[in-house]
């Protein structure tokens, strides 16, 4: 029986997963195996050919990892879905996918250090022209498409000081020119924000994060309009970025309490960002959800919650960032987001470790910038833990 939802909590579970398995299975086995055996060669050519269901060979594709990419189709409403070894797989395969020399991308300053590495570095010497815009100036990235352009790249809320972009505003603009709007989702989760829904063609995530969400696994998934996900599909075929199983069952069986999760850490970020907003040792907060941040009414709009990361400044600068973060008791400082537990760390360790202080500069990250994702723990926990330690570098 094929059980259907519009409610993204139902569609985490049972999407993918809404009949029975080999041998009665109630949960997505592991299908741990490089290859698939046929009898009948006319079938196996039919298969591998793809003009039967069946799979051939793990690198292309594999029942458990089939079960995962139709979660995150189901999810973020696309037409298709792909997977990948990681975040950053996802995003450099679909970007070498469907760029070619001389072509031109559109993009702005503030995405994740590895996307900016490879609008910086990678893509120039393959020929493929990368224009960079204030991230926040919807007029400039307007122009910038309308001179004509391959394929625009957003992301939103960004990486780490939370800026919006208006997405349909900017995916209306795109499709004008006929170019491909991309989306990197990540920060947001298909919980509180859908891109497809506003106009993107393709959305990627980073599964690494809220999606598998329990810091133990690494993946990425694409998803989107068929014709654009299968010419993704064919270049990491090849490519080899495939995704293991194991990894795809792990991810799976993250994705269940997805928005239990993310409902949560929602909650958590939002309540301490009021928090921070109003001690004495914080210079700025980044969180899309509070009124004063200059990006809520386009969050607003574009988003169901404001998920579960947020930026600070402190007031002492590099020596006063060391401070704190030395001195909170429920937090891992590591590079990573979106998990079960709460995680910290400064950009130059964390999101934007691959450039110099010098580029980070130029993108306005601060050094005294610490990047905060609010894991499942009680808020009340957090704030105070917080508090203590803002209170020595207050002090």
């Known amino acids: 029986m094929i059980r259907s939802s519009n409610k993204m909590g139902t569609r985490s579970v049972w999407a993918g997963e809404d009949k029975l398995f080999s041998e009665g299975s109630h949960t997505t086995p592991i299908f741990s195996t490089v290859t698939f055996a046929y009898e009948d060669l006319d079938a196996w050519h039919e298969s591998a050919k793809g003009d039967r269901e069946g799979h051939i060979y793990s690198r292309n594709t594999n029942p458990t990892i089939a079960v995962l990419e139709e979660k995150i189709r189901s999810l973020e409403n696309a037409e298709a879905a792909t997977s990948f070894s990681s975040g950053m797989a996802a995003i450099s395969n679909t970007l070498f996918a469907l760029l070619k020399p001389g072509d031109r991308v559109v993009s702005v300053k503030d995405t994740y250090g590895g996307t900016s590495k490879l609008f910086l570095e990678f893509l120039p010497k393959f020929g493929i022209n990368v224009t960079l815009c204030d991230t926040t100036d919807a007029d400039q990235i307007e122009k910038e498409i309308q001179k004509g ?78 014709e654009l996900v299968r010419e993704i599909f064919l270049f990491r075929e090849i490519n080899g970025a495939s995704l293991h199983p194991q990894t795809a069952y792990d991810v799976i069986r993250g994705m269940k309490t997805l928005e239990l999760r993310v409902l949560r850490q929602n909650k958590n970020a939002l309540q301490i960002a009021r928090f921070l907003e109003n001690h004495n040792a914080v210079a700025t907060v980044y969180y899309p959800g ?66 110099t202080e010098k580029q980070r500069e130029q ?26 330690a803002l209170k020595l570098v207050s002090e």
């Open 149 to 226: 352009c391959n394929l625009v790249y957003l992301e939103s809320p960004t990486n780490p000081t939370l800026k919006i972009i208006d997405l349909a505003r900017i995916c209306a603009a795109s499709k004008l020119t006929g170019a491909v709007t991309v989306v990197d989702n990540t920060f947001a989760s298909p919980i509180n924000q859908n891109p497809i829904t506003l106009g993107a063609d393709l959305v990627i995530h980073s599964a690494t994060k809220y999606i598998g969400g329990h810091s133990d696994t690494l993946c990425g998934l694409v998803c989107g309009s068929k």
């Open 290 to 355: 509070l009124e004063s941040n200059e990006g809520h009414k386009i969050a607003k709009k574009q988003m169901r919650g404001f998920g579960g990361v947020l930026s600070f400044e402190l007031k002492g600068g590099y020596e006063s960032v060391k401070t704190v973060l030395h001195n909170l008791t429920f937090v891992h400082l590591a590079a990573s987001l979106g998990s079960v537990s709460t995680l910290a760390g400064p950009p130059r360790t964390t999101s934007h470790v691959e450039l």
């Open 363 to 388: 993108l306005a990250i601060s050094e005294s910038l610490i990047r905060y994702s609010t894991g499942i723990e009680n808020t009340e926990d957090l704030i105070e833990d917080l508090e203590a």
